[in-house]
Structures are given as C-alpha cells and as structure tokens.
C-alpha cells in the first residue's frame, strides 16, 4: 500500500515562510498526478495546489501567487513552498495523489502542522 509522510511544518509569524516535504512509496509516483490538501479545524478538507506527471500545476484561489507545488521523481517527493504565510493559512497540511477530489480518498498520512501566527 502506498504511504504518504509529510514533514517540514511548523509555528511562522505571518508573512513568513515553511516548506513542506511530502515522501511517497511505491513506484507510481512518477506516472500520476499528486497533490497538497489542507484541513482546519472545523472545516473540510481542501485542495491547496496539485502538480500533473507533466508538471503542470493548479493552485487554489486563496494561495496562488504565494504558494508554488513541485516534484522531484528521482526521489519520490512532493514539495510545497509556502511564502507570505496568512493566520488563515493555519491547518494540518496532507499530499496524496491530485487525481480525485480530497473526499474520495480513503488513506491519508499523518499531515504536518502549520500554524501562521504572531
């Protein structure tokens, strides 16, 4: 089965910026489309920005321009460059594949903390 482990989040001031790290297993990570999701307390899950096996990407409204989705498949990883980080940015940060909508996926990792506060 595959595993998602996400690290590289933490506690920022705002305006600051993290960069997350998202290590996949298996062998189809060069091949599919992969994606960074967020939650909130209190809220759902959403789509923060996904980046195709072609290297195109997408991003959410509230993050594009801020936030910029890469990959690296000779090391099976995932990457998210967060800058001029919001309060409203503050969630537990998950990758999994970018080919479905967030609620239809079954497995999810752990996620990584981020908190944008002064």
């Known amino acids: 089965q595959v595993q998602f482990v996400e690290s590289g989040g933490g506690l920022v001031q705002p305006g600051g910026s993290l960069t997350l790290s998202c290590a996949v297993s298996?062998?189809?990570?060069?091949?599919?489309?992969v994606g960074w999701y967020r939650q909130a307390p209190g809220k759902q899950r959403e789509v923060v920005a996904t980046?195709?096996?072609?290297?195109?990407?997408n991003y959410a409204d509230s993050v594009r321009g801020r936030f910029t989705i890469s990959r690296l498949n000779a090391k099976n990883t995932l990457y998210l460059q967060m800058n001029s980080l919001r309060p409203e940015d503050t969630a537990v940060y998950y990758c999994?594949?970018?080919?479905?909508?967030?609620?239809?996926?079954?497995?999810w990792g752990q996620g990584t903390q981020v908190t944008v506060s002064s």
């Open positions: 980046i195709s096996a072609g290297e195109m990407t």
């Open positions: 298996g062998s189809l990570f060069s091949r599919l489309a």
């Open positions: 999994n594949w970018g080919t479905k909508s967030p609620h239809e996926y079954d497995s």
